[in-house]
């Protein structure tokens, strides 16, 4: 379906993107104008082609005891990529692994830790896998919004410069 989607499948999922838990298909049909069973359909539809691919909750992790949330940046070698990162995933603590197109840096590795100590365990079985760690960076703050591409299209007269052309 991918590159098909109209109007109503960007709608919905624009929607479930904002609040997926709390928005309902009656409350998604109103604000798209059309039925909830149409709404239902297309969430069904989206979900078999695996354009929906889950639900996931947002954790505030510092309120489970894991205030630290760090990205190490890592290199590995290409040949060697996909088996590093099978090794990275294996690690407790590691959450998310982004990998890169190419040339160096191209493992972004994001891991929680219950403070410093725990960090440097995590760092030192990093070293452990046959990368290379060029950075690491705490992050203080992670923010997330829906992606707009998904939203209303933007209107011709929104679109108009300031001299109305």
Same mark, same amino acid.
């Given at each position: 379906?991918?590159?098909?989607?109209?109007?109503?499948?960007?709608?919905?999922?624009?929607?479930?993107?904002?609040?997926?838990?709390?928005?309902?298909? /009656? !409350?998604?049909? =109103? *604000?798209? @104008? $059309?039925?909830?069973?149409?709404?239902?359909?297309? /969430? !069904?539809?989206? =979900? *078999?082609? @695996? $354009?929906?691919?889950?639900?996931?909750?947002?954790?505030?992790?510092?309120?489970?005891?894991?205030?630290?949330?760090?990205?190490?940046?890592?290199?590995?070698?290409?040949?060697?990529?996909?088996?590093?990162?099978?090794?990275?995933?294996?690690?407790?603590?590691?959450?998310?692994?982004?990998?890169?197109?190419?040339?160096?840096?191209?493992?972004?590795?994001?891991?929680?830790?219950?403070?410093?100590?725990?960090?440097?365990?995590?760092?030192?079985?990093?070293?452990?896998?046959?990368?290379?760690?060029?950075?690491?960076?705490?992050?203080?703050?992670?923010?997330?919004?829906?992606?707009?591409?998904?939203?209303?299209?933007?209107?011709?007269?929104?679109?108009?410069?300031?001299?109305?052309?």
């Amino acid at each position: 379906m991918g590159s098909n989607l109209d109007d109503i499948d960007r709608g919905v999922l624009y929607l479930l993107q904002q609040d997926a838990r709390n928005t309902t298909a /009656i !409350d998604m049909a =109103e *604000e798209l @104008d $059309v039925s909830p069973s149409t709404v239902r359909n297309r /969430i !069904d539809q989206l =979900e *078999e082609d @695996d $354009v929906l691919a889950g639900y996931h909750p947002q954790i505030n992790y510092e309120h489970t005891g894991f205030p630290l949330l760090a990205i190490f940046i890592v290199t590995a070698a290409p040949a060697d990529r996909a088996e590093a990162v099978e090794h990275l995933l294996e690690i407790d603590g590691v959450f998310e692994i982004r990998e890169m197109l190419g040339g160096n840096e191209n493992i972004h590795v994001n891991v929680l830790a219950k403070d410093n100590c725990h960090l440097s365990n995590i760092s030192d079985k990093i070293h452990a896998v046959d990368v290379e760690i060029e950075q690491t960076e705490l992050t203080k703050q992670c923010r997330t919004q829906p992606v707009t591409f998904f939203s209303d299209p933007i209107s011709s007269d929104e679109t108009e410069s300031a001299d109305g052309t």
